[in-house]
């Protein structure tokens, strides 16, 4: 590992955003004033109350959902996934963990479902959380591969999915 450099999730989605020119309305980070305020009522409104309050909330957050949510096991691509439960039209956040904090720090960006899947399928990320800004609903994708939603339209998107992935 003699003089290898290993980029921080936020240098290397930010050195992806200007080299391959993506523009700020399809995927941006937020603000550093937003930032933490936003994560605040992400928890508060999806995580059960007993964990919404702790630093690492989120951390394997899905454990932690309130109910009802609803889930499916995707594979090793499940990013592709969340076309097929996203409207394309729709500004979402998409929460990006920290590689080297063990997952209790997020990256909050404002984006759009095609660069959210390209900047995934890019960084090899394998665990990050996608929210409607209105705060209808959370969707999820664990390192276990399982997509997981709690709120509406998404959770019933999933259990349609589900459904047509059961019958093939």
């Known amino acids: 590992m003699s003089g290898q450099h290993y980029a921080s999730t936020r240098d290397e ?11 700020a309305p399809r995927f941006h980070e937020v603000g550093k004033m937003q930032w933490s305020s936003i994560l605040s009522t992400i928890t508060q409104t999806f995580i059960t109350s007993s964990h919404a309050g702790s630093e690492s909330a989120l951390m ?6 309130q109910e009802p949510h609803v889930s499916y096991q ?23 963990p920290e590689r080297f ?10 984006a759009y479902v095609d660069a959210i899947q390209w900047i995934i399928e890019q960084t ?6 996608i929210v409607s800004k209105k ?3 959370l969707l999820c994708e664990t390192h276990h ?15 349609k999915r589900k459904k047509e992935l059961d019958d093939v």
């Open 13 to 23: 989605i930010e050195r992806l955003v200007q080299h391959y020119r993506i523009p």
């Open 60 to 65: 394997r957050g899905y454990n932690h959902l």
């Open 74 to 96: 995707v594979g090793t691509e499940g990013y592709r996934e969340i076309a097929k439960l996203i409207d394309r039209t729709e500004q979402v956040w998409f929460l990006a």
């Open 101 to 110: 904090y063990s997952g209790k720090q997020y990256w909050v960006y404002e």
């Open 124 to 129: 090899g990320t394998t665990e990050y959380y």
């Open 135 to 137: 705060l209808q609903w």
């Open 145 to 159: 591969e399982v997509i997981i939603g709690t709120g509406e339209p998404i959770s019933g998107r999933i259990q």
